[in-house]
């Protein structure tokens, strides 16, 4: 898809030069002489890059940057400037411009700079289409969560607020951040904030900034977050916790993209977009009278409400893994497998405190872990406790690569985790009952783990692959996936 690319320059004789030298491929110019012509075709053409004479950054008292940023989201700007007007081109970059390019300026080097953003775009879509499969997997692949990453993936473009709700650590922040990264924001400022974090009398001084003297110990002006988040995405935590006084600024701020700083009476325009997020009721909230309806309907453009982590239970292993990955350099441990034991206990606990509450659990088993396994004991307490006197079973049948497991009584409401073991007070070695040839020391690998539970779904399931997706929570295609990875053989399937 061909680059937009708008010059907009006084200099004919530039422009022509332009026009007549021009080589880059995939490009398409728009060219603008005229001040006075300048609105029509912004108005009427798609821009992705824009390369503008500082004059022409101000028509009829309108900031040309600050409207080009809202209307053409993710467009980059190039202010084109000589020693005269030089300080025009800084103020423009203060207000979201990319940067500058003294003139007299070349051909050449309106080129190179398109060939750099170019460039980034690439790399930006490579990116985004190798992190698709892990954000998937992290954020869970269920028909719950896929239809709401569907959602995510389609608004993620536009500049519309969006409400997240759920339980708290649950992943909203995160969801947040996959938006940002998924939009034509990306390469901009991401910043996050816990509303219910701040004190309530420096809330509005931390949001929208403070003039000096505006409250006593404001000793500079001080810019707020929303102002550190222009051009990007500022990711509102626990929304419902703000302030009446507070509530009323916010609205203003989504009417109209305008903040004032505490002690100031000028207005700034800012480039923002609002990602709100709460694990209160914010309906409840407004009967109480707590929360502006006016703003509720503002933040809910788009409603995204993420389940708890024990109706996402199959993302519990992608979870262990990814955290074992996060945490074992911090903590200087080679972390190279979890017991049995430890990943039941792990699947079977509860989780009140959702993703957040599972980190925090996989941090504290890897600094208690010895040898590079993660035991059942490295587990807090109340973890444990789900592992005692629990026995599951393994399918008989065998898979792709000529390994047989053993099958004792199925169980469906069990959690498909092939594992059986003595209580961990009795300091007994744990044993998997997967395979009579299995040594009471071996420890299962997490892909073992995965494959026999695979297994396990396909025999209770008498292999009907529809029921076997349906019963883990997962499309075809991921279950296609797996078999091949795990080189798990289908009867009638060759080697």
Not at 252 to 279: K, M, P, S
Request: proline share 5%; with cysteine.
């Amino acid at each position: 898809m061909p680059m937009n690319i708008l010059i907009a320059d006084s200099d004919k004789e530039f422009i022509s030069d332009i026009r007549r030298s021009w080589t880059l491929p995939d490009t398409e110019l728009a060219f603008c002489d005229d001040k006075n012509n300048l609105m029509p075709l912004v108005k009427a053409a798609p821009i992705d890059l824009a390369f503008i004479e500082v004059p022409f950054l101000t028509l009829d008292n309108m900031d040309m940057v600050s409207y080009l940023k809202e209307r053409k989201p993710g467009i980059e700007i190039f202010v084109l400037c000589d020693n005269k007007n030089w300080p025009g081109a800084t103020s423009a970059i203060n207000r979201g411009a990319n940067s500058f390019i003294m003139k007299p300026a070349t051909v050449e080097q309106l080129e190179d700079t398109t060939k750099k953003i170019q460039t980034l775009r690439q790399n930006k879509t490579t990116n985004q289409l190798m992190e698709s499969q892990v954000l998937d997997s992290l954020l869970g692949d269920t028909p719950e969560m896929r239809k709401i990453l569907k959602t995510a993936y389609k608004i993620a473009p536009t500049t519309s607020t969006v409400l997240i709700t759920g339980e708290s650590g649950s992943g909203k922040e995160f969801l947040a951040n996959v938006i940002h990264r998924y939009s034509k924001r990306a390469s901009d400022p991401f910043v996050a904030v816990n509303c219910g974090a701040i004190p309530e009398n420096l809330v509005e001084s931390e949001l929208f900034g403070a003039k000096k003297g505006s409250y006593t110990g404001s000793t500079v002006d001080k810019k707020g977050l929303f102002e550190s988040a222009n051009g990007g995405t500022l990711f509102l935590d626990e929304v419902g916790e703000l302030s009446a006084a507070t509530q009323v600024k916010l609205l203003r701020f989504l009417q109209n993209h305008e903040i004032r700083r505490v002690g100031e009476t000028e207005a700034r325009y800012l480039d923002v977009r609002i990602i709100a997020a709460t694990n209160r009721d914010l309906q409840a909230a407004m009967e109480e009278g707590i929360f502006r309806e006016d703003l509720y309907y503002r933040l809910n453009t788009f409603h995204l409400s993420l389940p708890p982590l024990r109706e996402r239970r199959p993302l519990i292993p992608t979870l262990v893994k990814y955290f074992i990955l996060k945490y074992k350099e911090t903590h200087g441990k080679d972390i190279h497998d979890v017991e049995p034991a430890a990943q039941y206990a792990l699947a079977k606990y509860p989780y009140p405190g959702n993703i957040r509450e599972l980190e925090n659990i996989v941090e504290h088993a890897i600094v208690l872990s010895e040898n590079g396994v993660i035991r059942l004991e490295d587990l807090p307490e109340n973890v444990q406790e789900e592992a005692r006197e629990k026995t599951v079973a393994i399918p008989h049948m065998k898979d792709g690569i000529g390994n047989e497991a053993t099958e004792d009584s199925p169980n469906p409401s069990n959690t498909g985790l092939a594992i059986s073991y003595a209580d961990s007070t009795s300091r007994q070695p744990l044993q998997s009952t997967a395979d009579s040839s299995d040594s009471p020391d071996e420890i299962l690998s997490l892909e073992e783990m995965e494959r026999r539970h695979i297994l396990r779904a396909l025999s209770v399931c008498n292999g009907n692959r529809t029921e076997v997706c349906k019963r883990l929570g997962i499309s075809r295609a991921t279950l296609w996936r797996k078999l091949k990875e795990l080189k798990i053989q289908m009867d009638g399937e060759e080697a």
